[in-house]
């Protein structure tokens, strides 16, 4: 299985990896805090920023005076969603109850129940939280993790680590995953589960590792470590512990008896 529902924490990081100004809206009302240097948009409030925006029930846009930005104007410096948390970019959108958005400090946070990112062809969601951190190019998804592409394809672990590089046809691209913690995948004819494991996007190749339990349609296989090539198709399962050696259980067709 290509995991490429790995690319959603691409896809939303690209997002939310640049600087510029945000404007904020609402129906209800906007409020103006200027001893607090704050503004607060209440009902159906957005807050948009190039090509993203992120709706909520409440939105709270904590600004710095002139004097301390470079562009000598008032800029928004950090962001608080909540309720009803609906982020949207290009290529991808984000829903949860809460979402801190510190432009200063280039850090994203998204909580819900379970926070989520979709795209077109592929879903996340965490129970715990997904952070985003541009300037160290990375993301984490915690808590109860679930992938799952359009073929139903599933990935289960405690966190997923994301790292990235600059791309050449894209703002970002996904340079290595790290997958931790009751780790689970599972396709139409097999599952396979492991304490953790790695994804090299570039190379095209997943290693599992520790406690290695392949089931494929009833053959039980067992090892230390487990390596996929995605572009050639072929797994191997390896034992890297002296005195351990690969075990197979494999189950038997029983032959359709003729009346």
């Not at 510190?102 to 997904?130: F, M, R």
């Amino acid at each position: 299985m290509k995991p490429a529902f790995l690319t959603l924490l691409a896809a939303l990081y690209a997002a939310t990896a640049s600087a510029a100004d945000v404007n904020l809206t609402a129906d209800e009302k906007v409020e103006w805090h200027q001893k607090a240097q704050k503004i607060v948009a209440v009902g159906n409030a957005v807050a948009t920023k190039e090509d993203m925006n992120i709706r909520a029930d409440r939105l709270i846009g904590y600004y710095a005076g002139r004097e301390n930005t470079p562009k000598g104007k008032s800029q928004i410096t950090k962001v608080e969603a909540r309720g009803n948390v609906i982020m949207k970019s290009a290529k991808a959108n984000a829903s949860g109850n809460a979402m801190d958005y510190d432009l200063k400090k280039d850090i994203v946070i998204l909580t819900g129940t379970p926070a989520k990112i979709e795209t077109d062809k592929e879903t996340i969601t965490a129970k715990d939280k997904i952070t985003y951190y541009p300037s160290e190019q990375k993301a984490i998804a915690s808590g109860n993790v679930i992938a799952t592409d359009k073929q139903n394809n599933k990935l289960y672990a405690d966190t997923i680590t994301a790292y990235f590089v600059d791309g050449q046809t894209s703002k970002m691209d996904l340079k290595e995953v790290q997958i931790s913690g009751n780790v689970k995948i599972v396709t139409d004819n097999a599952e396979v589960r492991a304490d953790k494991g790695t994804y090299f996007p570039q190379q095209g190749k997943i290693k599992l590792f520790d406690n290695i339990v392949i089931n494929q349609q009833g053959n039980i296989l067992k090892g230390d470590q487990a390596e996929t090539n995605l572009n050639s198709g072929i797994s191997k399962l390896i034992s890297t512990t002296k005195g351990n050696r690969v075990q197979g259980v494999f189950k038997e067709k029983k032959k359709t008896e003729k009346k």
